[in-house]
């Protein structure tokens, strides 16, 4: 195992996922997470792109009809490190029965108050993934989360425990490369596109790496998909894996 998945920021808690200082962060950022101008617009940028993946995903995995509008009509879905339900509410429209987690309550309570006003029904829980008996679900989903935790083994261990028999798993995660180093830490807080202290490098987690992790819980990867920005694309789809990169798991 690598540096990132071993190092002492990101594997001193004995099994606890939650960083004190990063729900903080986040914490502080639930007033204004459904502002597609405020401080998690670039989020609002990223949904589109993780949703197209996930569409597809799902209708290859449960070999669905492309066209319909609520392929995960009778299924249920938990999205861990949930934020504010940027996901979790797409996931519901798409027919999920949709359970969000994070270890944020001010996101929590954002996340609720704005399903509400939206007319959705979303299962909404503040705290650590792998303390809660909640079950499992047919599809388990972590965008830009692993990064964030304290222990990545003890992270994955729990998103696997809640995948249930021929379910579905997505992650999404930026890449430790120089790349990510210069455009996602340097350049993009620096100038505020993201919020500054939101990344810290070391704890970005390679496609190897993630790999490593999901075999030790049981789990199979698939092909990552890159998700990457250009003037002309912006955030888009790609076989470079350079900046941020998406996948699914499945039990072997």
């Not at 669905?64 to 299924?75: N, Q, S, Y």
């Amino acid at each position: 195992m690598s540096d990132a998945t071993t190092s002492a920021r990101s594997n001193t808690s004995g099994g606890q996922t939650i960083r004190p200082d990063e729900a903080a962060h986040f914490g502080r950022l639930a007033k204004d997470w459904w502002d597609p101008k405020g401080s998690s617009a670039m989020l609002h940028r990223l949904n589109p792109v993780r949703l197209q993946f996930l569409r597809e995903a799902i209708d290859l995995h449960w070999a669905g009809d492309i066209e319909a509008r609520h392929p995960l009509a009778g299924k249920s879905a938990l999205d861990v490190g949930c934020g504010a339900g940027l996901l979790c509410e797409p996931l519901a429209r798409l027919g999920a029965e949709v359970t969000g987690v994070d270890a944020a309550p001010e996101n929590v309570a954002a996340a609720a108050l704005h399903a509400e006003g939206a007319g959705l029904d979303i299962r909404y829980i503040a705290g650590e993934i792998g303390s809660l008996d909640i079950g499992t679900f047919d599809l388990v989903s972590a965008m830009e989360v692993i990064e964030h935790v304290a222990d990545k083994r003890a992270f994955v261990a729990a998103l696997a425990a809640g995948l249930a028999p021929g379910g579905l798993m997505v992650l999404s995660t930026p890449n430790r490369t120089r790349q990510s180093r210069l455009l996602m830490v340097g350049a993009a807080e620096g100038i505020g596109l993201i919020p500054k202290g939101t990344h810290h490098w070391d704890d970005f987690i390679t496609p190897e790496e993630l790999g490593d992790l999901l075999d030790e819980a049981g789990l199979e990867m698939g092909d990552p998909k890159g998700i990457g920005f250009s003037p002309a694309k912006g955030l888009h789809l790609t076989d470079d894996l350079s900046l941020n990169y998406i996948v699914t798991a499945r039990a072997r």
